[in-house]
């Protein structure tokens, strides 16, 4: 039975990675898919890099890394343009040969947003300043008739499982590196987990369908808060030190 990895939204924090690496390890792993964002932000983005070109994973690229190779640097945000700042093109030639989707043993769909566009989420609306859990039919229809029995994405940082009927199962494993962020690109709106942890998914198919467990992992976060702070990015520092946005009463 093969036990596989499905990891997302690094954002080159290496004290969480690590770690989760160690777990993944600890679980007898026998595939890595990763799902994209590996690098943007003020931790370690280069280390990062360096570290995933090593590993015999599958990957993706996400909205960021898709950013970090199209956009001049003069027009990137803060923190694809931290991350920019540290790599080289060696780096972003790596990030170009990335696929922005990948159907892997006519069994797998990796996106990184929705299998349409990387910026889209595929499993939920934003509302009130918050993301929600769409409805089945929502997600139906940003699935563009997707076929494959298991569907895995990222870009919300929001773990899930989803078992649609006559559908896939769709698998959200959470970030491994930042589990709390705000976004002004579609209006106001800000994603929390209510803990530090790293987070990322291990898959199993059985004989009544797919298992899927979401792992939480606990690492150094005051460290990567550390860092973010000496990056002057007060807006990271918060969500690495509790999974929120805005200190916890």
């Excluded at 950013?67 to 931290?82: F, G, T």
């Excluded at 929001?158 to 209006?187: H, K």
């Amino acid at each position: 039975m093969t036990r596989i990895a499905v990891l997302s939204d690094l954002h080159g924090n290496m004290p969480a990675i690590e770690k989760v690496l160690t777990d993944m390890q600890s679980r007898c792993v026998d595939r890595v898919f990763c799902l994209g964002d590996l690098i943007s932000g003020p931790l370690w983005p280069r280390e990062t890099i360096e570290f995933l070109m090593q590993q015999d994973w599958t990957f993706i690229r996400g909205n960021h890394d898709r950013c970090l190779v199209e956009r001049a640097p003069e027009d990137l945000a803060k923190s694809d343009a931290q991350a920019y700042a540290c790599i080289d093109k060696q780096h972003l030639d790596w990030l170009a040969s990335l696929p922005a989707t990948l159907e892997i043993d006519d069994t797998f769909l990796l996106c990184h947003g929705s299998p349409s566009y990387d910026k889209t989420y595929l499993l939920e609306n934003i509302e009130d300043g918050r993301i929600r859990l769409s409805a089945p039919s929502e997600i139906k229809s940003r699935l563009d008739g997707v076929k494959l029995p298991v569907v895995l994405c990222g870009h919300s940082h929001t773990p899930r499982v989803i078992c649609l009927d006559d559908g896939p199962t769709i698998i959200n494993p959470g970030s491994v590196g930042l589990p709390a962020y705000d976004d002004d690109s579609q209006g106001y709106f800000v994603v929390e987990n209510g803990s530090p942890h790293a987070r990322y998914a291990i898959i199993e198919e059985h004989e009544d369908g797919w298992k899927a467990d979401i792992i939480l992992v606990p690492y150094d976060h005051e460290k990567a808060a550390a860092k973010a702070r000496a990056m002057n990015r007060p807006d990271y520092v918060v969500g690495l030190l509790t999974g929120y946005m805005f200190q916890p009463e």
